[in-house]
């Protein structure tokens, strides 16, 4: 794993290729696009480059950062209210302010940021990820291809990256699995169906609505689980279409006879064709890698779609874990950003500042596994960096 320096005795000075842009200066499209922000008391405005060409390159500015980069626009060391909160996770957020080009900081009267600086910023630059097992493989074919995209726009990247693997609709039999009601007929789960009385027996049944679009189960006469207040894990069951009814039949009986609370699957062709497919949800850990293990003895011959960005379980794929930290999800019919979905963000923003770097296609890899790190993800698990 690759790890942060300690940089907080260094020197540093704000980039002079960037400005610093106070909310009350930007134009009307500007201020639309950051109407929600602009409530934050903590927000300030935006740093941009000076270089018109690269002028859509705008980062967020908060208070404090901007009364550094103010600070800093003579090179020196850190002010003393910043050195006040030596800590972790403030060392990180000025490795990462040096990697997006903010701040520059000296080596041997020579000021460095982006990717001239990595070799200051990071204690190894050797080239450590496992690309052998097949998500791994995947994830990287992921951001190989989200870097060969002409896209600008980080919210379209974002979203190809986090639909990723998806099977294309043409040549396949989903073209029949329109609505939900078609889709328990494949699942076989219709009302006569001998799965469905396995189901009513231990789980209640929620059907999809327009703020909650998946088929899903909660476990009979369990302990609620407040997913605003503790941390949900969850494993992902990827198998390809075909194999799905099968697959959903096995998964369902191992998982009642393990701890899992809750578990959806999609609605539709859409939600079926998606890699992330089939997701079940866990109060412990402990109690996702026990499932894990039945679910493992049951599916091993079934062949794995696979859902990148994810964190392995078995050999083949088909078995990932994530997990959603408190108030990232809430699991009563309505949907909110997934860890996994706030990692294609980042990487989506990484990839992009990437591309402002004249590099290898290699070396952009590299670059944007690493700033990874900074963002507090483990790019060889995708699961957060403890």
């Known amino acids: 794993?690759?790890?942060?320096?300690?940089?907080?005795?260094?020197?540093?000075?704000?980039?002079?290729?960037?400005?610093?842009?106070?909310?009350?200066?930007?134009?009307?499209?500007?201020?639309?696009?950051?109407?929600?922000?602009?409530?934050?008391?903590?927000?300030?405005?935006?740093?941009?480059?000076?270089?018109?060409?690269?002028?859509?390159?705008?980062?967020?500015a908060y208070k404090e950062v901007a009364l550094l980069f103010y600070f800093l626009q003579n090179a020196g060391p850190l002010p003393h209210y910043f050195k006040s909160e030596y800590d972790d996770e403030t060392n990180l957020t000025l490795a990462r302010l040096v990697i997006e080009g903010i701040?520059?900081?000296?080596?041997?009267?020579?000021?460095?940021?982006g990717f001239a600086a990595q070799d200051?910023?990071?204690?190894?630059?050797?080239?450590?990820?496992?690309?052998?097992?097949?998500?791994?493989?995947?994830?990287?074919?992921?951001?190989?291809?989200?870097?060969?995209?002409?896209?600008?726009?980080?919210?379209s990247l974002t979203s190809k990256l986090y639909g990723y693997n998806t099977t294309?609709?043409?040549?396949?039999?989903?073209?029949?699995l329109d609505t939900f009601k078609e889709v328990e007929a494949f699942l076989k789960i219709g009302k006569n169906d001998p799965l469905t009385r396995e189901l009513l027996k231990n789980w209640n049944k929620h059907e999809p609505d327009q703020k909650f679009r998946w088929i899903s189960w909660s476990r009979k006469q369990n302990k609620s689980h407040n997913a605003r207040l503790s941390s949900t894990y969850k494993i992902y069951i990827s198998p390809v279409l075909e194999e799905l009814p099968d697959v959903f039949d096995r998964a369902v009986r191992a998982l009642t006879e393990s701890n899992a609370f809750h578990f959806k699957i999609g609605m539709n062709?859409?939600?079926?064709?998606?890699?992330?497919?089939?997701?079940?949800?866990?109060?412990?850990?402990?109690?996702?890698?026990?499932?894990?293990?039945?679910?493992?003895?049951?599916l091993k011959d079934?062949?794995?779609?696979?859902?990148?960005?994810?964190?392995?379980?078995?050999?083949?794929?088909?078995?990932?874990?994530?997990?959603?930290?408190?108030?990232?999800?809430?699991?009563?019919?309505?949907?909110r950003k997934s860890w996994r979905a706030k990692v294609t963000e980042k990487l989506a923003a990484s990839i992009s500042l990437a591309k402002t770097e004249k590099l290898s296609r290699e070396e952009r890899v590299d670059f944007v596994l690493k700033k990874m790190v900074l963002e507090g993800v483990n790019p060889l698990t995708w699961t957060a960096v403890l």
């Open 302 to 335: 079934h062949s794995a779609q696979g859902v990148p960005f994810t964190a392995p379980l078995d050999a083949s794929g088909m078995l990932s874990w994530g997990m959603d930290s408190a108030t990232d999800e809430n699991l009563q019919h309505v949907e």
């Open 168 to 176: 294309p609709l043409f040549g396949t039999p989903a073209n029949e």
């Open 1 to 60: 794993m690759i790890k942060v320096k300690f940089l907080l005795h260094s020197t540093f000075r704000s980039n002079p290729a960037f400005e610093l842009i106070e909310q009350g200066n930007l134009n009307q499209q500007e201020l639309h696009a950051l109407a929600d922000l602009s409530k934050d008391p903590e927000f300030f405005g935006v740093f941009r480059r000076k270089d018109a060409a690269t002028a859509d390159s705008a980062k967020l």
């Open 103 to 113: 701040f520059e900081i000296e080596i041997e009267n020579c000021f460095y940021s």
């Open 269 to 298: 062709r859409e939600g079926l064709l998606r890699p992330d497919k089939f997701v079940a949800y866990f109060t412990e850990f402990d109690h996702l890698s026990a499932a894990a293990d039945r679910l493992h003895a049951v």
């Open 120 to 155: 200051f910023i990071y204690e190894s630059t050797e080239q450590v990820w496992d690309r052998r097992h097949p998500l791994s493989r995947m994830s990287s074919a992921a951001i190989q291809y989200a870097i060969q995209l002409n896209e600008a726009d980080t919210i």
